[in-house]
């Protein structure tokens, strides 16, 4: 199955200030989707991206907070935008597996001071 | 809506003992259920799925059998290793060909040797 990295691994950030996460697949895969895993509590999914059209978000995530870029196939990139302390959490992005079910990256853990 | 509940943990075993981590859910139609596992540091992984009633999956000594009539996953093992520690998420997809799954909240597992 695809191998993904995902970076940075954690940050420390201010709050009102943006982080950019990256997500890199060793495969080219046609969508990618992004996962929020606040504190204590289950993943929550914030959009798919597929290349070449704007991504589509979930109930309770808009773009102007959570902007998605997917250049190409095998790459796309998660903005958290105007943080606050209440965007503490850890991101992952994932794609499909062959056998069924995702692979996921290793996660950003983020933390807003 | 579709959700899914697992046990809270943490758990904690002595290597060799039997392990079960309960899953249920509620869902309106005929969904997908998997179990997926995430060690220190890295992204979650699948670890097995099954895809109708009475399957059972299975993989590296765990498995998990679909059981409509109690709508229950329930993990078992049925002797741990210090390795097997890690986080255990439970988590369905709808069967109607999205993409979208349902996680719940992981159950961390402390193995100790």
């Known amino acids: 199955s695809a191998v993904i990295s995902q970076k940075p691994s954690r940050d420390i950030c201010q709050r009102g200030t943006s982080l950019t996460i990256q997500c890199q697949v060793d495969s080219q895969v046609t969508m990618m989707f992004w996962y929020r895993q606040q504190p204590g509590q289950s993943l929550t999914l914030i959009a798919t991206a597929n290349q070449g059209s704007e991504a589509t978000y979930e109930s309770g995530f808009v773009i102007d907070k959570f902007p998605i870029s997917r250049p190409n196939l095998t790459f796309s990139t998660l903005t958290v935008s105007n943080m606050s302390p209440e965007d503490s959490s850890i991101y992952l992005c994932?794609?499909?597996?062959?056998?069924?079910?995702?692979?996921f990256g290793s996660g950003t853990r983020l933390t807003v001071v | 809506g579709d959700s899914v509940t697992q046990m809270e943990g943490p758990v904690t075993l002595s290597e060799e003992a039997f392990l079960t981590i309960n899953c249920t859910y509620t869902a309106t139609g005929y969904p997908s259920l998997f179990w997926y596992v995430q060690y220190p540091g890295e992204g979650l992984q699948l670890l097995l799925k099954?895809?109708?009633?009475?399957d059972k999956g299975s993989n590296k000594g765990f498995e998990a059998t679909y059981r409509k009539e109690t709508t229950s996953f329930h993990l078992e093992k049925g002797s741990v290793q210090v390795s097997d520690s890690a986080v255990y998420f439970c988590a369905l997809s709808d069967g109607s060909g999205t993409y979208k799954y349902i996680f719940g909240t992981g159950t961390r597992l402390k193995v100790l040797a």
């Open positions: 994932s794609v499909e597996a062959p056998s069924g079910g995702y692979t």
């Open positions: 099954a895809t109708k009633a009475d």
